[in-house]
């Protein structure tokens, strides 16, 4: 056996020790925006106009589907490393309620360009949301 010293990084997962916690991804983030371009990009709080109706747009010119799968698995593999990323001020707290509460949301034949329906759903587990 060798001792390398403190663990930083383990199966693509930095390892970083605070005071809050020891993971941070600050490194795979940096490398997602940098590869796709967007290293430089401003935040914004909501990226998208609000009850928006997304629909087919004909005259778009077609993507390159695996550069998308690939960074779209990228995003899902970071949002369920670090659920406070996914879930914008997620923060797990201790209190006494016991209780298993569940949202749901349908919008009904909401798309316009063929009229499927979109659903959403959360879940909160002792006051805490988890999914």
Same mark, same amino acid.
């Given at each position: 056996?060798?001792?390398?010293?403190?663990?930083?990084?383990?199966?693509?997962?930095?390892?970083?020790?605070?005071?809050?916690?020891?993971?941070?991804?600050?490194?795979?983030?940096?490398?997602?925006?940098?590869?796709?371009?967007?290293?430089?990009?401003?935040?914004?709080?909501?990226?998208?106009?609000?009850?928006?109706?997304?629909?087919?747009?004909?005259?778009?010119?077609?993507?390159?589907?695996?550069?998308?799968?690939?960074?779209?698995?990228?995003?899902?593999?970071?949002?369920? #490393?670090?659920?406070?990323?996914?879930?914008? @001020?997620?923060?797990?707290?201790?209190? $006494? =309620? !016991?209780?298993?509460?569940?949202?749901?949301?349908?919008?009904?034949?909401?798309? #316009?360009?063929?009229?499927?329906?979109?659903? @959403?759903?959360?879940?909160?587990?002792? $006051? =805490? !949301?988890?999914?």
């Amino acid at each position: 056996m060798k001792d390398l010293g403190a663990l930083k990084l383990f199966l693509i997962i930095e390892v970083v020790r605070s005071k809050t916690g020891i993971l941070s991804q600050r490194k795979y983030v940096i490398d997602l925006l940098t590869e796709i371009g967007m290293f430089g990009c401003k935040l914004a709080d909501t990226p998208i106009e609000m009850n928006h109706k997304l629909c087919e747009d004909m005259e778009l010119v077609n993507t390159n589907k695996e550069q998308y799968q690939h960074l779209v698995g990228k995003l899902i593999y970071l949002a369920h #490393i670090r659920p406070d990323i996914a879930y914008a @001020g997620l923060l797990f707290s201790k209190n $006494g =309620n !016991l209780e298993v509460i569940g949202y749901t949301n349908a919008d009904w034949a909401g798309s #316009i360009t063929d009229k499927r329906s979109t659903s @959403g759903y959360f879940t909160f587990v002792r $006051g =805490n !949301l988890v999914t």
